[in-house]
Each structure stands twice: as C-alpha cells, then as structure tokens.
C-alpha cells in the first residue's frame, strides 16, 4: 500500500537524523570524559589475609587495626579472651571508631556515637551495629572474611 | 525548540529580542580570503579542549619530583581513557601552537593588524608568547630526561639576556638549577597563572574583535562584497571546522601517543640528539649562527638581544606601518612579513633535519 502523504516531513526526518546524530556524538564524548574522571573505584575486599603471628599475643581487652580495603579493620580480643573482627568504621558517616577499653565500648568522636562489645550501636546516632567479619585461621594466616563469603586463596 | 514560557521568562528579565536582533546583525564578510577568518576560531576551540583535558589530568597528575614521570605513566597505563587524554593533550598542545602561527601569519600578511587593529594584534601576540610558555612549563611537568634538558636550555638561554638575565632565570628555575623547586614552579605557571592570563586576554581578544567587526584586506576593500549573518550561517560553518579539526586531534592521539622517556637524572649527561619542541626549533638554529664571541663580548648574549629586538619588532608592526594605516598599499611590510615567514619557516625545516 502507498500512502498519499508521508508521515513526517522532510525536515522532521532531518532534523531527528542530525539531532540524534549530535546527541550521540556528545552522549560519547561526555561518556568518555566521566570514565577518566571517575576512577575505577577501590571495591572492598571480601576477604584479607594477614600473618597470624602478628596478632597471637594481643593482649585481652584490647584491639588491633588492620587493613580492610581502604578503611580500617578492628581485631578485638575481649576481656574474657573470645575474639571479634570488626570493620572499624561508624555505620553513621564513616568516621573511624576507638576502642575505649575502661568502658569496654567503641566510640565514634564524630557524633558522639556508642557500640558495645559485640558492636551494636547503643547509644547516638549511629544507625546500624558495626559490621562484624568471620576470623579463619588455615597455618600461619589468619582470613578475616565478610559473612557469608567463600574464600578462595589464590594458589601460591 | 519553542518554548514561549521560557522565552517570556527570560523577555521579562532581559531584553532577549534585542540580543536575538544583534546576533543577527552582526555580519562576517565573505571574499576569496575569508578562510583566514576560521584559523582564530580553531585556535579558541583547541584552547577550550586544552582547558578541558587539562583539567582532567590535574585530577591524577602529581607535581612532585619523586612521583611526577611515575603518576603519568600511571595515568598512561591504569586510569580509564588516560592514555587517550594525555595523548589528546599533547597534541592540542601542538595543533593550538601550529594554528596559533598560522592565525598570526595570515594576519600579518593580509595587514588586518593595521589601524584600528593594533590591540587586536598585540593581545594575540601576547597569547603566543603565554601559549609557547603553556608549552614549555607543560612540557617539563613529565620530568623525563628530554624535559629537564629543554628547560635548562630554555631557561639558560633567558639567563644570557644582559642585566636582567640572571634575575629572569632564578625566577623561572626557583634554584640554581633546574631542580624539583622549578618542577612546582613550572605547575603553578602551567595550572593557575597561565590559564587566568590566558583568559583575560582571550577574553579581551574576542571583546576588541566584536568591537572592530571582521577586518577586509585592503585589496578587498574598495570592492563591494557579500556579507553573511554571524549567526546561524558563519557560527554553523566554524562548528563544521571545528568537527573536522576534532577527528584530526583524535586521530592523532590515538595513532601517535607521545613518549615517555626515561626519568630525569639531574647528574645524567642529556640524551644524544635531544630537540626541543617544533616551535623552539628556529631559536635554537639562529642561536647556533652566532660564534662564541663576538669583538670579546659573549655571543650568546648578542644572540638573544638581536632575536628579542627583531621579536620586538615583529610586535610593533602595526604601529611602524603607516601606509597600511591610511589604507594605502604597503608591499615593504609585505615583504617584511614574507621574510619573517620564510626565516621561520627555514629555520624550523633546518632545525628539523639537522
């Protein structure tokens, strides 16, 4: 079947062609500078290997910091000797938490925020407990790993 | 698009008419010459992508003298697109440069500099003089072995100007030599204080060329001629330029990523056969032309003199060319300019084999 008239005008078909033409081109180039200007960003681990030694003799009611991606991680050893991996950052706006052991809770100074030792969040603002990581121990490593995860070692 | 509410909104505030009439009438004349007319309006698009990209690269670049080489070549090698955005940058670097002559030339011989022009002139001659500076202190940002050894020379040549020299070159280096001071120094120029003057004088630049109107060439105008609107018609073919000086600049980039060298070793003797930029190259030749000493003066120092009396001149032109000022022919400027392109143009080509 031929229809009588078209359906769009010469300059309607032109004007979309160059228009979405153009639109493309600045679509890409603006693609193109936001993929330079955003970094590929540092994704968190699911797990970290450390060297068990380094935290065999802690001492109790005490922790120890280590790396978790690009924040910090809390190794914990309670007053009674049980131990806890915590990611050592308030669930309230990312500041890093202490350990005040007297009070035997975490304490986040940006806002006044309390966690007891079991890292919930008693007291201020924070929202959300802090979040507690699994402890593994395979010969001389010690895997702090998030919940939940399979951790597969690279073969050496 | 039509949009009458917005429209009204922005009549009700300003006089949107009235600048919809000026744009209109604002007319660029149209002649067998009026392809010159496209080189100023290339050379301001490759400042814009030069701003651009140049940004983006402060982003990851790090001006310290123990992580500089190492953070481009980490730009290069881990950031997204980085190899394309320092290779574009790069060669926007030498595209403006190249049209920034080109710009310059064409005026000089097609006399648009002539009265009432002479600002016009002068802001742009300034901006080549920043823009070959823009080059320069970008140049030793990557602190390669190339940099340092095209920095001690453009430096210590400045330091062989009588008087001032020594004061021009402790300036510029911030040390005895060229040392990590001159690498901060060079950022600071390259980053804040040549981008704002740049600015200005773009800015000034295009205000005068808005106030005088296109100029003819004065063969041209006696004659009647065409003229077209500003806008859309002569705005839609700079767009066009603009399109195709783009592919060129990106093609570039992506056949012909420029190299890194080697880390520069300030103790380390320069690599055989290093040469400066392209647009260095018709200085270092004249200054080879001078003999060590001349009469028990040092040479070098009546070098430099003799190229910035006959850089000076270059500037002045417009105000010793009088005839083209009264509208009249001028064939010995004409000629003047002829052998101001041919030096450069044979010292380059010279520098380029040699």
Redesign the interface.
């Given at each position: 079947m031929k229809l009588k008239y078209s359906l769009i005008t010469r300059r309607t078909f032109l004007n979309t062609l160059f228009g979405g033409w153009l639109f493309a081109f600045f679509a890409g180039t603006f693609s193109?500078?936001m993929?330079?200007?955003?970094?590929?960003l540092g994704k968190e681990p699911d797990f970290v290997v450390l060297n068990r030694k380094d935290f065999t003799d802690l001492a109790n009611n005490s922790v120890k910091r280590f790396p978790w991606g690009g924040v910090v991680g809390l190794y914990f050893k309670k007053a009674d000797g049980s131990v806890l991996a915590l990611k050592g950052v308030c669930t309230h706006m990312e500041c890093n938490v202490a350990y005040k052991p007297e009070e035997r809770r975490f304490y986040c100074a940006c806002h006044n925020g309390w966690y007891d030792e079991n890292g919930k969040n008693i007291s201020g603002p924070p929202p959300k407990p802090l979040e507690v990581f699994t402890i593994m121990e395979e010969g001389e490593k010690l895997i702090i790993a998030k919940k939940g995860v399979k951790v597969e070692l690279p073969k050496a | 698009m039509n949009c009458p509410k917005l429209k009204n909104w922005l009549e009700e505030r300003y006089d949107w008419e009235g600048m919809k009439r000026f744009a209109k009438r604002k007319l660029v004349p149209e002649h067998r010459y009026d392809l010159w007319y496209y080189t100023g309006g290339i050379t301001l698009f490759l400042f814009i992508l030069q701003f651009?990209t140049g940004m983006?690269l402060a982003?990851?670049y790090v001006p310290h003298i123990d992580f500089a080489h190492k953070s481009i070549i980490e730009i290069v090698t881990?950031?997204?697109?980085?190899w394309?955005?320092r290779s574009f940058h790069h060669w926007g670097s030498e595209l403006c440069i190249a049209f920034l002559f080109i710009h310059l030339f064409g005026t000089l011989l097609l006399k648009s500099y002539r009265k009432p022009r002479e600002f016009l002139w002068a802001t742009g001659f300034i901006l080549l003089g920043v823009s070959i500076f823009f080059g320069l202190s970008g140049y030793l940002l990557l602190w390669d072995e190339r940099a340092l050894a095209a920095v001690r020379v453009a430096t210590g040549g400045a330091g062989n100007f009588p008087f001032i020299g020594g004061f021009i070159k402790a300036f510029l280096r911030g040390s005895i030599d060229v040392t990590g001071d001159t690498l901060t120094r060079f950022y600071a120029f390259h980053v804040a204080i040549l981008p704002i003057i740049t600015l200005l004088l773009v800015g000034l630049h295009l205000l005068l060329m808005q106030y005088h109107g296109m100029s003819v060439p004065l063969s041209l105008e006696k004659e009647k001629r065409r003229e077209i609107p500003f806008f859309p018609n002569f705005f839609y073919k700079d767009l066009m330029v603009w399109l195709v000086v783009l592919g060129v600049l990106a093609t570039l980039a992506v056949l012909l990523p420029p190299e890194i060298g080697a880390k520069a070793d300030p103790l380390a003797p320069p690599p055989e056969n290093v040469k400066p930029e392209w647009y260095f190259l018709f200085l270092l030749e004249t200054l080879k032309l001078f003999p060590g000493a001349i009469l028990g003066l040092n040479g070098e120092t009546i070098a430099i003199l003799m190229v910035s009396c006959a850089i000076l001149f270059f500037f002045l032109i417009p105000f010793f060319d009088q005839r083209s000022a009264r509208g009249e022919k001028s064939p010995l400027f004409t000629w003047i300019g002829v052998i101001y392109l041919l030096y450069f143009l044979t010292m380059t080509v010279v520098g380029y084999l040699s």
């Amino acid at each position: 079947m031929k229809l009588k008239y078209s359906l769009i005008t010469r300059r309607t078909f032109l004007n979309t062609l160059f228009g979405g033409w153009l639109f493309a081109f600045f679509a890409g180039t603006f693609s193109a500078l936001m993929k330079f200007a955003f970094p590929t960003l540092g994704k968190e681990p699911d797990f970290v290997v450390l060297n068990r030694k380094d935290f065999t003799d802690l001492a109790n009611n005490s922790v120890k910091r280590f790396p978790w991606g690009g924040v910090v991680g809390l190794y914990f050893k309670k007053a009674d000797g049980s131990v806890l991996a915590l990611k050592g950052v308030c669930t309230h706006m990312e500041c890093n938490v202490a350990y005040k052991p007297e009070e035997r809770r975490f304490y986040c100074a940006c806002h006044n925020g309390w966690y007891d030792e079991n890292g919930k969040n008693i007291s201020g603002p924070p929202p959300k407990p802090l979040e507690v990581f699994t402890i593994m121990e395979e010969g001389e490593k010690l895997i702090i790993a998030k919940k939940g995860v399979k951790v597969e070692l690279p073969k050496a | 698009m039509n949009c009458p509410k917005l429209k009204n909104w922005l009549e009700e505030r300003y006089d949107w008419e009235g600048m919809k009439r000026f744009a209109k009438r604002k007319l660029v004349p149209e002649h067998r010459y009026d392809l010159w007319y496209y080189t100023g309006g290339i050379t301001l698009f490759l400042f814009i992508l030069q701003f651009l990209t140049g940004m983006l690269l402060a982003f990851y670049y790090v001006p310290h003298i123990d992580f500089a080489h190492k953070s481009i070549i980490e730009i290069v090698t881990k950031q997204n697109l980085g190899w394309f955005f320092r290779s574009f940058h790069h060669w926007g670097s030498e595209l403006c440069i190249a049209f920034l002559f080109i710009h310059l030339f064409g005026t000089l011989l097609l006399k648009s500099y002539r009265k009432p022009r002479e600002f016009l002139w002068a802001t742009g001659f300034i901006l080549l003089g920043v823009s070959i500076f823009f080059g320069l202190s970008g140049y030793l940002l990557l602190w390669d072995e190339r940099a340092l050894a095209a920095v001690r020379v453009a430096t210590g040549g400045a330091g062989n100007f009588p008087f001032i020299g020594g004061f021009i070159k402790a300036f510029l280096r911030g040390s005895i030599d060229v040392t990590g001071d001159t690498l901060t120094r060079f950022y600071a120029f390259h980053v804040a204080i040549l981008p704002i003057i740049t600015l200005l004088l773009v800015g000034l630049h295009l205000l005068l060329m808005q106030y005088h109107g296109m100029s003819v060439p004065l063969s041209l105008e006696k004659e009647k001629r065409r003229e077209i609107p500003f806008f859309p018609n002569f705005f839609y073919k700079d767009l066009m330029v603009w399109l195709v000086v783009l592919g060129v600049l990106a093609t570039l980039a992506v056949l012909l990523p420029p190299e890194i060298g080697a880390k520069a070793d300030p103790l380390a003797p320069p690599p055989e056969n290093v040469k400066p930029e392209w647009y260095f190259l018709f200085l270092l030749e004249t200054l080879k032309l001078f003999p060590g000493a001349i009469l028990g003066l040092n040479g070098e120092t009546i070098a430099i003199l003799m190229v910035s009396c006959a850089i000076l001149f270059f500037f002045l032109i417009p105000f010793f060319d009088q005839r083209s000022a009264r509208g009249e022919k001028s064939p010995l400027f004409t000629w003047i300019g002829v052998i101001y392109l041919l030096y450069f143009l044979t010292m380059t080509v010279v520098g380029y084999l040699s």
